[in-house]
């Protein structure tokens, strides 16, 4: 899965804002980081090389993690958390939409998936800005 330049440029930024997050966040970002992680480095072990079939463990994989944030979602209502939950949630359906529809092509759904799991990190990465922020704000007091 990181085998071309975009992807590798989307797992060097998710180790960035991952990394801050461990570095910076309060628990919530540290859990959301670790799952995160977990989410897409099980993604780049459970692709399969024919890309013309349905990528079925990447599917459970983001299942699983669709899990994780929404129970997340439950319990802290963050905005940009609600984003990222909503843009996984977009992953999910991409995988039922190409296993329903064999039609599509594998380009296809792999420009989808990597636009959505983009989105995802500019909103934890948003996250974290609104993070430091607030606690620059309140040291100013």
């Known amino acids: 899965m990181f085998s ?3 992807t590798q440029l989307g797992a060097g ?7 801050v997050a461990l570095w910076m966040g309060g ?8 799952a995160t992680m977990l989410a897409w480095v099980g993604s780049a072990l459970a ?5 013309s ?4 463990g990447i ?15 439950l319990f802290d209502r963050r905005i940009w958390l609600l ?3 909503a843009f996984q949630l977009l992953i999910v359906l991409t995988h039922v939409a ?7 092509r594998q380009w296809g759904f792999f420009s989808a998936y990597y636009l959505w799991s983009y989105a995802e990190l500019v909103a934890f990465a948003a996250g974290l800005a609104m993070l430091a922020w607030r606690r620059r704000r309140v040291r100013r007091r």
């Open 4 to 6: 071309i330049l975009p």
């Open 13 to 19: 930024a998710m180790f960035v804002v991952c990394g």
């Open 27 to 34: 628990r919530l970002e540290r859990m959301l980081a670790i």
């Open 47 to 51: 692709e399969i090389e024919d890309h």
């Open 53 to 56: 079939i349905t990528q079925w």
């Open 59 to 73: 599917f459970a994989v983001d299942l699983v993690y669709l899990s994780v944030l929404v129970g997340l979602t």
């Open 83 to 85: 984003f990222m939950t």
């Open 98 to 104: 190409f296993a329903l529809d064999r039609s599509l």
